[in-house]
């Protein structure tokens, strides 16, 4: 069997490749571990059955407002059974179309562990297949924390919290990062007493994400009724029917159950890379240049297996950058520095680019212009106007150098801006730009006005 | 007194205008009818009290989904007063920060009916106010169909619409247009039996907006029970405490109240533009170049009274280029080819730059890149899976023609398209840039995609 691009694992970025390579003529085939695990992490144990269910918890705390619009309710039933049903429904229909949708363009799924042979060869259950190009997709794995070992009963990790079909009445959540701070605003607004505990002196403790955005949203945590703890760990624990957990600020919590939202690791083990001389870093990260090359010239690689940066849409950009440069173009390059940053938890917080903090390490001269929603008429509409634009600008050329957006859809507003930073548009044009109005994007118009010409809005606040 | 610019009418446009020209040095202020009509048309009586409503009839709609979240209801009692006073203090809110920010910033409102003396002179009360340039964005006002005139008991216009404060059992609404629309989804969610007429054979009857994007709110519309009734129009009526009124498609109706959501017209009556001789068209509208110049140099106008495109946004952006003309940039045009027009109903409606119809015949040779929500996982995920993406491109060129978003926060999807016209960037751009995932703007991306390399999602629907 010869193609032109063989792709093993077809999540995130191995599915978006495939699909870019097909249109783009290449003859491309996956090799994925089992028809159940097509589209990988993402699709099966990450951000879709995570957004489902944050959509749900972010339902009951709009009709926590419902009253403001003349909506009272009688009285509420929480059932656990229906959003896990509603949920996985929409996991298998995009897993099946997925796959029929490659059945019906003729792109071949090979079921199995593949296996690199030689530099144009990968074995999969006995079969070998040859390809002109390889592309490495293979994701990452949750990794366990000292002797808190997930056993899908009591203890989960984002593998095996979705066999969870009820809500516990109490939760305890290791880690303050993406993971923890979304599944402690679900459990919450779904009924549950939730624990959450961060190591670091702040939720979502990323260089990337403001200081501000993670204050923001510990607050709206804490509010909701999330125990935060920061500067916390867990010391032992012990089951006693509950378990019993000690922390680290000297408190022994029980609780039902405990999530474990911490680290993952490349899959980057037993599917040959040392034996056709492909390197990897001290991590066990797969090294690649700009156009997502491995050290093997006709090899690459994408998404979790290429930094620490474990996201979807990092995947899906490289595996198209790995495509393109197959195909000879040079135009597309690998580029964390665009990589939005998108948290679904009591706000979505969105963040491309450098903070504030960054840009002074840089050593950046820059303007912050800083609107917040609560003067947004749309925002306030909504009843959701908590929260800001914050818009970091070089002071010496106008250049945007970051945008850290917390609030009603974030995660949709930032675009905008990661594709003028992306086009290299430099915030006089965003200050001129044309807005709907009222929209929550006038918010992100403005943060670029009050760079050039001071506050456009009746409040400021960062 | 002395001012370098007298703004007349403190709306959307003249406040923006107004905040602008202050933040670029100069010595503004309004004249305006009342306190109570500091924020014009938009702020009282339009986007930001139907937007209020609106969102709680989406609110309601999304209850209907709530099951598939594990999201029981046990009863819902919907009360008019709650919903009514939660959007007048909305409105009121954003009125009375608009009022003490401008006299925190020393700009002055003289209150009263302006009129202009002479070029540099505004008249109001019996004071006279001097000015280097003044601003004409007077805005505009409702007209009534006919006999149908609104008497705020039982026939309303969008003026005395918000003194309803009961909910109707039986509502007949006229005009299939933007205003039309958006009531008429308000008030079926409300609980309201609606009938809907238009005269024209489909809903939204704007060239500038796709046929598609009519069927698809009208379909939707009758789906949630609205009588939705095309090419039809009022013949008569006559109260029979309840209103009795004959169609023209031979039927007679009997409903509680009337809502005319039909034209309006330019204030440009009474404020002395003749005598300083202002021209205007045959339909009353003043006449402006690109910079939002009248005939009369050092006079500028904007907003409703420039053109029947009477758009918050439309003024707020001529106002700004009126000011930065008035400082001598030449840059800021105005462009109504770049507006955005964004309905909220039962979908929101987003639509900029041409549709294929004009674009055919405007002569282009064009692509259509269309992408559905309903592959779209974040879509999914949200339970939002109704609509469409359609991209239309130059052939030749690669330029961005139009873009049309139909679905789940397409008002604010809409923006990252606009930006990218407004700064001439092609649709290559579009097709490679980054987006996060899952999210909404995904598929704004795989639009530009398709019009590449083919469809990128397994559901292609127009």
Same mark, same amino acid.
Request: glycine fraction near 16%; avoid cysteine; hydrophobic fraction near 40%.
């Given at each position: 069997m010869n193609f032109d691009l063989v792709i093993l694992g077809a999540g995130s970025g191995g599915y978006e490749a495939g699909l870019y390579a097909y249109r783009r003529g290449m003859r491309v085939a996956f090799v994925e571990i089992s028809p159940q695990t097509v589209g990988g992490s993402c699709l099966n144990r990450g951000c879709i059955p995570s957004k489902y269910m944050r959509h749900g918890a972010y339902l009951l705390e709009k009709l926590r407002k419902g009253e403001n619009y003349g909506i009272l309710l009688k009285g509420l039933e929480l059932n656990p059974h229906k959003l896990a049903e509603g949920r996985d429904r929409v996991v298998s229909t995009i897993r099946e179309n997925f796959k029929k949708f490659a059945e019906k363009l003729g792109i071949q799924i090979f079921y199995g562990k593949g296996v690199l042979k030689d530099t144009n060869t990968v074995s999969v259950e006995g079969k070998e297949i040859k390809a002109n190009y390889i592309l490495l997709a293979t994701g990452s794995s949750c990794t366990s924390l000292g002797n808190l070992k997930p056993d899908g009963k009591k203890i989960f990790d984002t593998d095996s919290i /979705?066999? %969870?079909r009820e809500f516990p009445r109490r939760m305890l959540i290791i880690g303050g990062g993406a993971v923890g701070v979304e599944f402690a605003y679900i459990y919450r607004m779904y009924g549950v007493d939730v624990i959450l505990v961060e190591l670091m002196d702040r939720l979502l403790p990323y260089p990337s994400i403001p200081e501000e955005s993670s204050r923001y949203l510990a607050r709206k945590l804490k509010r909701l009724g999330v125990d935060v703890r920061l500067k916390t760990s867990v010391l032992s624990y012990s089951d006693e029917g509950v378990l019993r957990v000690n922390l680290s600020d000297g408190s022994t919590v029980d609780v039902d159950c405990i999530l474990l939202g911490v680290g993952r690791k490349p899959? +980057?083990? *037993?599917? #040959?890379l040392e034996d056709v001389g492909i390197e990897r870093d001290g991590r066990g990260f797969v090294k690649v240049n700009e156009h997502c090359q491995t050290s093997v010239e006709n090899i690459y690689a994408c998404g979790d297996i290429t930094s620490p940066l474990m996201l979807a849409h990092k995947a899906m950009y490289e595996g198209k950058v790995a495509v393109s440069h197959m195909l000879g173009d040079t135009e597309w390059a690998r580029d964390e520095s665009l990589m939005p940053k998108v948290i679904y938890s009591a706000y979505e917080v969105a963040s491309v680019g450098l903070t504030e903090d960054q840009a002074e390490e840089e050593g950046y001269d820059y303007h912050v212009g800083i609107v917040s929603f609560m003067s947004n008429p749309k925002a306030m509409d909504d009843g959701e106007d908590e929260g800001f634009v914050r818009l970091i600008v070089d @002071?010496? +050329? #106008? @250049?945007? %150098?970051g945008c850290h957006i917390l609030g009603p859809h974030a995660g949709e507003l930032l675009h905008q801006v990661m594709h003028l930073m992306k086009a290299g548009i430099d915030v006089k044009f965003l200050a001129s730009a044309v807005f709907s109005h !009222?929209? %929550?994007s006038e918010s992100v118009v403005q943060s670029a006005m009050e760079v050039y010409y *001071? !506050?456009? +809005? /009746?409040i400021k606040r960062g």
């Open positions: /979705w066999s %969870l899959n +980057t083990e *037993g599917i #040959g @002071r010496a +050329t #106008g @250049r945007i %150098l !009222p929209s %929550l *001071g !506050p456009m +809005t /009746w």
